[in-house]
């Protein structure tokens, strides 16, 4: 009986002692998998960021995951990329060419919600930069500039032509509404200026706007008598950021050049 129970004691700090270590064993085997799995992901990383630039045949660079379309009617490169069209590095939506319906601004100046889905909050960072500073200089000039309609979603259009096209008919609308997808709005690169007077470039502060707009990258995105390039009636109140360098181009010393003719790309739904 003695001897037993001397025996007992030293059995149940070895089961103890078993079981600890069983149990480090199996912790060590279900950590082991899981640093694999960290070690394949940022493989995986290294190499997607390794791949290269593609090139055109003329030696055109595309960003990865830019698919070459075509050339267009001036020789520039027609793209498509993230669900929208580019010419050369120049977005372009119009008639012919919309954004998927899940396009929004990549950078915009204030995060997009769902409950708010239009606003000049939430154009393009660069863009509201260049238009506060424009309005600023304007101001400084005794002029006042404010944005009546900024960026809009896809489902905003949508509801904005519904009705257009109900009150005036799908003809009468597509000469001044775009249908859903082929709005620029949608992009967070355009706004109204001022209302939508078709008059506004020949009021004082319309005409200080028409004279330094190209300064800070902005266009006059449907010009007078350009309707057939376009696919739009003049809108005296539609700029569009492309960068100073080509605003000043199209400016044209206030003889508007279109986007489209420039581009060499048509507007017009299929
Ligand atoms: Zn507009």
Redesign the pocket.
């Known amino acids: 009986m003695k001897r037993r129970r001397i025996k007992k004691g030293p059995i149940i700090i070895l089961v103890l002692v078993v079981v600890v270590i069983l149990g480090l064993i199996i912790g060590i085997i279900k950590l082991v998998p899981k640093n694999n799995k960290t070690k394949v992901k940022t493989n995986n990383t290294t190499t997607t960021k390794k791949v290269s630039k593609e090139k055109t045949k003329d030696n055109y660079d595309l960003r990865e995951g830019e698919e070459l379309i075509s050339k267009t009617t001036t020789g520039m490169h027609l793209t498509k990329y993230e669900g929208a069209y580019y010419v050369d590095g120049i977005l372009i939506v119009n008639k012919s060419y919309p954004l998927d319906s899940t396009y929004e601004p990549k950078e915009p100046y204030k995060e997009i919600t769902s409950d708010y889905l239009y606003g000049p909050d939430y154009l393009d960072k660069t863009v509201m930069e260049k238009f506060i500073s424009m309005k600023e200089s304007a101001k400084d000039a005794g002029y006042e500039l404010k944005i009546t ?1 900024g960026y809009r979603s896809y489902k905003v259009q949508v509801d904005l032509y519904n009705n257009y096209a109900a009150r005036d008919g799908i003809d009468a609308a597509d000469t001044y509404s775009a249908r859903a997808g082929y709005s ?2 949608q992009s967070g690169l ?3 200026l001022n209302g939508t007077n078709k008059n506004f470039l020949e009021t004082p502060t319309g005409a200080w706007v028409n004279e330094h707009v190209a300064d800070y990258g902005f266009i006059l ?1 449907f010009p007078k008598d350009k309707e057939t390039e376009t696919g739009y009636n003049y ?1 005296a ?2 700029f569009r950021y492309v960068g100073v360098e080509l605003a000043k181009k199209l400016y044209n010393n206030g003889n508007w050049i279109s986007l489209e003719s420039y581009l060499g790309v048509d507007s017009k739904y299929e």
Do not use: G, V
Request: proline share 0%; net charge negative.
């Open positions: 309609s620029e709005h355009c706004f109204d995105r809108e109140w539609h």
